[in-house]
């Protein structure tokens, strides 16, 4: 069966995969330049780590956590492990996030990076692969409206007017850098 078409409760949240995968291009080169024995810029570095925190952790993860899954718990979603392994991945990648904020030795960062590049990026594909054409499928019009704008709610609330803009501007000064 084909996947359904993509809906305000999953469109949000599949633009934010996209920034986050952006950002974990960044963070890969990071962390496969320390495992290297380069030294790394901790300025950037530290915004980095800052950026992912904010727009992964508390934001994105933020909507899922308390809209989207308990929303799609409400309606009976089948394969409820699903949702239990995703959540254990948003607090292993949080550990992380930890890691990398406490300045271990170059090598612990490398691999702390490196793993939460794995762990989040399998977390994505499996949103996007089977959360969220599920999550596009069992809503309703309006309840994919009311969703949609929980998440406008949350990050307005949250982060304040030109959030994105913000995020992306960040993103792109990241990317520059530290280039490929």
Do not use: N, W
């Not at 292993?92 to 170059?106: F, K, N």
């Amino acid at each position: 069966m084909p996947d359904p078409p993509i809906t305000p409760a999953t469109a949000d949240l599949r633009r934010e995969h996209e920034l986050i995968r952006r950002a974990l291009a960044v963070l890969e080169r990071a962390g496969r330049r320390l495992a290297a024995g380069h030294a790394m810029d901790e300025p950037v570095m530290k915004e980095l780590i800052g950026l992912l925190r904010t727009l992964a952790d508390q934001c994105h993860h933020g909507k899922e956590e308390g809209h989207l899954y308990p929303s799609m718990r409400a309606k009976g979603l089948p394969g409820e492990s699903r949702l239990v392994a995703l959540l254990a991945a948003h607090g292993e990648a949080r550990d992380y996030l930890g890691t990398l904020s406490g300045l271990p030795s170059p090598a612990e960062r490398a691999a702390a990076a490196l793993l939460y590049v794995q762990v989040t990026r399998e977390h994505l594909d499996t949103e996007d692969r089977d959360v969220f054409p599920a999550a596009d499928r069992m809503f309703t019009p309006e309840e994919q409206a009311r969703l949609a704008r929980a998440y406008e709610e949350l990050e307005q609330r949250a982060f304040g007017p030109g959030f994105r803009a913000g995020v992306q501007a960040e993103l792109a000064r990241l990317e520059a850098r530290l280039p490929e």
